[in-house]
């Protein structure tokens, strides 16, 4: 299962993806103190990683806006800024702010939508193709202050369009181990002792601030190289794994 909707229309496929923050921005009583354009930014991140993780090209991002109408501008700087990054400047920007009740935190919701020809995904099978993680997992102020150890965006982007990687899934806050045993094949589940990896399976990756990414070997070190050191070897020992 992944964390979009995908729709039939027509000859072509509607990808929509989405991602909340609440207690994140500028009010007194948010969690987390940070602008609010890192906030759209992060938000838009998710959620159009997600988009392209699924082979679509995002055509629309619309915001839920409880932040206040004040910050409408400064929220969509940091999706623009998202929206470079990946080098796709088409991209429409709609949405509402909510203007009748004032909120004591902040809160947003971002909603990606994307397009594709079909709707058609690898079979992922452990022992046939290598893994890797992109970036570390990062959560609250560790994402401002490591900033450095996040994956680009432009990096995603890139992975997605490479021939010989066969899956990209984004890492959320259920960690490395949960979202491997969503891109690999069904038949098998992935217990965190059969991997090895110089990061922690069960972290919360926050914005994801890192992904997994599937490929044959053919491609290893092209992927390993153009990653640097945002990358991360993944070995599984597929004789231990168990039938689900």
Request: hydrophobic share 40%.
């Amino acid at each position: 299962m992944r964390d979009a909707t995908v729709i039939p229309l027509g000859d072509q496929y509607l990808v929509i993806a989405s991602d909340n923050s609440g207690g994140i921005g500028r009010k007194e009583h948010d969690i987390v103190q940070v602008p609010y354009d890192l906030v759209s930014y992060y938000s838009f991140r998710v959620a159009v990683m997600e988009c392209l993780s699924l082979g679509a090209t995002p055509t629309s991002v619309v915001m839920h806006n409880f932040c206040g109408d004040s910050e409408w501008a400064t929220l969509v700087s940091g999706v623009e800024r998202g929206i470079r990054e990946i080098g796709l400047s088409e991209i429409t920007i709609t949405g509402s702010s909510e203007t009748n009740m004032p909120l004591l935190q902040s809160a947003l919701g971002v909603v990606v939508i994307g397009k594709k020809e079909t709707n058609e995904l690898a079979d992922i099978r452990i022992g046939e193709l290598r893994f890797a993680v992109i970036g570390e997992p990062l959560v609250g102020e560790e994402v401002v202050s490591q900033e450095s150890a996040i994956a680009p965006l432009a990096l995603v982007r890139w992975m997605c369009e490479q021939d010989g990687v066969q899956g990209v899934i984004p890492v959320g806050s259920k960690g490395i181990l949960y979202e491997l045993n969503q891109l690999v094949s069904s038949s098998v589940h992935i217990e965190g002792e059969m991997v090895t990896v110089d990061l922690d399976l069960h972290k919360s990756a926050g914005p994801s601030t890192c992904f997994i990414v599937a490929y044959d070997e053919a491609v290893h070190e092209q992927v390993r190289d153009e990653a640097g050191s945002h990358f991360y070897q993944i070995e599984v020992e597929i004789e231990e794994a168990s039938e689900k």
